[in-house]
């Protein structure tokens, strides 16, 4: 079952982060680019704390209730006392606020007078402070794609978060070189529109920003945040989506979840009768029931003597946590999704049980301990460290209480294949509060009229110029304007003599080809893919060789392409045609059979066989002349 805006009134609002291309941060000197190797540790805890209005943050709250300590990674390149939050921050990063302001121009976005800085609180760790700096440029204005104008809400300029390295138990781990890299945000107004249509939106917009070769490019360097909400529903904010195609995936799943959410709610005060959700009228420890079960994930865990479950009774519920409205969207999966956040791998329900090794005897146990006297009651089992477990049962009793509610206002993260999980309720307005260490600026109109002749071209100037340029035709000059390796790409074909078309179809289509295999090309970094051009120019490698490279780069086999060269050192014309030889004399009944038809298959092999050693167009030569040779000697 598929929804769509017709359905259900569908109502998205984009949100782009952008990383701005500048040589240091936004308020240090520190270079702007991410580390590999770190050289200084330090660890940090963090407390929400009230507001100026005496209020603390629904979202900084939630964070809390997760004790946890911060390990922080550092560089000295790449970070120094302000990303320790030791010393007081520096003055503006004067290019990436110009770039701001560029982009506002380009949308006919209204520019503030005086520009002030704001403090965003965020006590998850990303920030060693407990907040974000952040600044609202400009509101208003609009971007045009494909004929159809949005609305831009805002545009604002702020800091990137730390790098998250690892997240295991009670601890975080971050690394500081991502901190404080110049971000730009710009908050589109929502809009009735169909998933496709929100991702030509961001291809536009997108397109918008690299014209004007003041951001970023490489894996991480822009994320699109995506705001949803269906008709009686609540606006679900959903973080993290880097891919556009994955985008599409993301925005069709949370449609079909909250309207799933929506369904659930229908039935349960149309057709059960329910007015109210009764959860929290005793929790027991079932622990030593569980003990008993044939459980092998229990039984594991129980080796740790803090671990206990507990469980608790949902009144008139039964069915409906396994009820499935749309195919993966269930009641049941979400709490479990929940309690994740706490460390806590899951949860076990009644619609589910006996199962997982947990008995029917068991069950009986179970439903004796919660006095469960009715057969449409439901029940909850969730097992943990004490603290965690508790905090996870009083999450779960306020979510279920709110299920009649429909959809929840909360924040999600994307996943890889296109769903999306729980990470936190939705932030409130006391989360920000002005900086006190960064004085107003000012912008006056001189300084914008002489941005003003930057703003970024019409795409299809670049476009044609590439064409006119390199010789390539319109879909892969759009190919590698829109990839993010354009700035790579100009660089080999003017330090190289290789030909453009060839550069810029090994830089998208082979590249991603391999990412849709699951290989990740966060490991073929600029360096490495320029390496082996160089080498391909020299003549070291073959064409064919060029992939085969981006794959054992992908799979971590190799660090350099010399390690590649020794095992598979370009062979010399004469040790060629003993290997064609060599394959022609093994395939000699496909050749009686077939003939010269036989030329295809022979040349799959050889290539197979070969694996990059030699240039194909060679190969495919000294084929079909020892084939044309063997046949010729048959006929005489």
Known sequence: MTTNKLDINLKVGLEIHQQLATGTKLFCQCRSNEDEEYTLDFSRSLRPAQSELGIIDPAALFESKKIQSFRYLAANRTSCLVEADEEPPHCI???ALESALIFSLALNSHIADEIHVMRKIVIDGSNTSG??????????GFVEVNGKRTGVQSICLEEDASKLISDKNSKREFGLDR????????????????????????????RILRASKRVARGIGSIRQDVNISVEDGRVVEIKGVQKLDQLVKVIQYEANRQHGLIIITDKLKNELGIKEIRCDNGIVDVTDILRRSSSRKII????????????????????MLGFEPYEGIRLGKELSQLVRFYGIGGIFHSDELPGYGITKENLDSIERKLAKSSKNDAFIIIGGGLTNVNFAIESLIQRLKAVLEGVPAETRAATPSGETIYIRPRPGSARMYPETDIAPIKVDSLLLDSLRQKIPRPIEEYTNEMISKFGLNKKLAEEIFDSQYLNLFEKIVSST????????????????????????????????????????DKGRIAKESVPILYEKFMKREINRVEEFES?????TERQLEDEIEGILNNHLDAINEKGMNSLGMLMGRTMAMLKGRSDGQKINKILKDKLEQMLALREQ
């Open 93 to 95: 990063n004067r290019e």
């Open 300 to 319: 594991e865990s129980l080796k740790d003597q803090s671990t206990v479950y507990k469980a608790f009774k949902i009144e008139g519920f039964a069915g």
């Open 567 to 571: 095992g598979f050192e370009t062979m």
């Open 497 to 536: 003599k290789i030909s453009p078309t060839f550069v810029a179809s090994k830089l998208t289509e082979d590249i991603t080809n391999l990412e849709r295999q699951g290989y990740d090309s966060s490991l073929l970094s600029d360096e490495r893919v320029l390496e082996i051009f160089n080498e391909l």
């Open 179 to 206: 901190l404080g890299i110049p971000l730009v945000e710009i908050a589109l107004e929502p809009v009735s529109i169909t998933p496709p249509e929100v991702m030509q939106l961001a291809l536009g917009l997108g």
């Open 131 to 140: 907040f974000q700096r952040t600044m609202l440029i400009s509101m208003g």
